[in-house]
Every structure is written in structure tokens, then in C-alpha cells.
């Protein structure tokens, strides 16, 4: 671990993501605040979290919660940069859709204000989701988005089944949001938008983009329609682009943040090839719905940031934490 590079808060602490952003920080250095959700009884285990290499010094848990956005004034107070990575829903959505969005953009809002009070945070650097890009009418024809394309809420409605909608509009309205807020505050914000997200994972859980891609394997048939054309990111090279984006100084905006986009049929190729011990489900083949445009990540690798990993990576991280965590038989 290299010297002390000042203090961060990441959202969101339990997450695939935020913990793995969490353990990189801690590499490269950083004190890290995080936030994770109020657990009364404490049945929740965080060893995954306290374990880390260097987070008995660098590392420390608060609790907070988006529908109380004060209660993240802890956490962020004395921080330099916030890493809002903590979403309220993972699919399916059990909250009906109003619900979910206004609890995110409240949470979000909240976040926002509470570094404005800080008085120190510098950027903020906030998750969103190619849900909040490719879901629009005009569309259609396009194979490539860059980040000038926004999802459309009555498209959304229109095209997606209730399970899923509601985290894309959440998404959407978040993002639109937090930035009026942020030009308005004049506080440095940036957004990085993923695709589905695959790779190893510390968290004791299977996330669910982790399930909707293994689902040639698991034989989840409503999971097949993701990965018909499928835009994806190695969870390692997302956390690297969020802090890359976090420290560069010309860094702004939103950035798309995709290495690769790849059809369902690759997908049944790689893990037949890599994996034979897998039966993969027969009806893969007749996997059915539109096929989604990719995420150009050229603005963000115009700015100097290089993709490490390939698809091949991605499963083969995946399957071993599943692996490892009892998950895959």
C-alpha cells in the first residue's frame, strides 16, 4: 500500500460494486468512509468488509439509509470525494415504481447536500446504468450510444416488463436530477454508466446482473433476453474507471464505461469452451427480444483510461467466487 491519499466515501458499502471499489481503494491507498444500511439486530455480517487488507487503519462503517438523507453526514464529513454507488433496489423491484424513484432521487439529493455541507468534498462520482440510456424510441436503429442518449420514461414504461422498469426509470430520473442539482450548487459531479457488470465478487451474495449473465447455466429462461446483444464491463476495470474519473482533472460529465458487447451465442461458446462441467440450457437458442445497442466508451478512453479485461475474464471471475461461495453446484 502506497502513502495515505486522503479520505473517500463510497455508498453503498455491501454492494458488488462498492465492495469492490472499497478493496481497491484501500490498495491504492485511500481512507475509505462507507455507508451500509441500518441492521437493528446485527445479523448482518461485514467481515468481507472489515477483513480487507488495510481496513482495520483505512477503513470505516457508517450507518445510513436513502430514505434518511441526513443520516449521511457522518460519512462524508471531512472526505474529499464521494463514490455514490448505493442504488435502492436490486431486480425484481418489490416497491411499486413512485416508490423506488423518489426514494432514490430524495436519497441522492441528500448525498448532494450533505457535500455541499461538508465543506471539503471536491467530486462527487455517481453510478448510473445503461438503463439510463438505451430505453428510447430512437433507438432502435442506432448499434452505438454515446452519452448524448437518455432513456425515455414512457418508453420505458411502454417496453419493459414492471420488474425492471421501475429501477430504469429510477435510474434515468436520478440522473437527471442530481445533475440540475449539481450545475445549479455548482458542485463537481461526474456520472459513469455501466453495463451489466460481471466478474468476481467479495460480497456474500449472488448480485443480480452476476445472475442475469450466468443465466445459460442456471437455466433462468427470463434472464436470456439481457444477453442477446449484451454491452459489458469487468467489475475491476468499472471500480478503476470510477476512481480514474474521480481523480481526473478534466474529468466531466457523463462517461459510458463498456469494454465489450457480446451476443448470446458467444456467450454459450465462452462457457461450453471454458466450462464444460455446465450443462448449458437448450433453450438459449430461442432466446427472444430486442437487440440493444452497445455503450461507446470512446469519451472515456479518450480522457486516457485502458480496459484490462475481455468477456473471457469476466465469466471466468464470476464462476470462481460463485464457486467459492457455494453458489454453482
Known sequence: ????????????????????????LLHQGYSVHTTVRADPGNKRDLSFLSSLPGADEKLKIFTADLDRPDSFDAAIKGCKGVLHVAAPVDFPAKDPEAVVTQRSINGSLGILKSCLR?????????TSSIAAVYNNIHN???????????SDVDCIRETLDPSESSYAISKTLTEKTMSEFAAQHG????????????????????????????????????DYHFLINAAMVHVDDLSRALIFLLEHPEAKGRYNCSSDTVTIQQVVEILSTSHPEFRIAESVGEAKGPKLPGLSSKKLMDLGFKF???????????IQSCKEKGLLE
Open 1 to 24: 500500500m502506497g502513502e495515505d491519499k486522503g479520505t473517500l466515501c463510497v455508498t453503498g458499502g455491501t454492494g458488488y460494486v462498492a465492495s469492490w471499489l472499497i478493496k481497491l
Open 118 to 126: 461538508s465543506k471539503t468534498v471536491k467530486r462527487v462520482v455517481y
Open 140 to 150: 432502435k436503429d442506432v448499434e452505438m450510444m454515446d452519452e448524448s442518449y437518455w
Open 187 to 222: 458542485l463537481d459531479l461526474v456520472t459513469v454508466i455501466p453495463p451489466m457488470v460481471l466478474g468476481p465478487f467479495i460480497c456474500p451474495k449472488m448480485h443480480g446482473t452476476v445472475r442475469a449473465t450466468l443465466a445459460p447455466i442456471l437455466g433462468n429462461k427470463g
Open 308 to 318: 484490462k479485461y475481455g468477456v473471457k475474464d469476466m465469466y471466468e471471475g464470476a
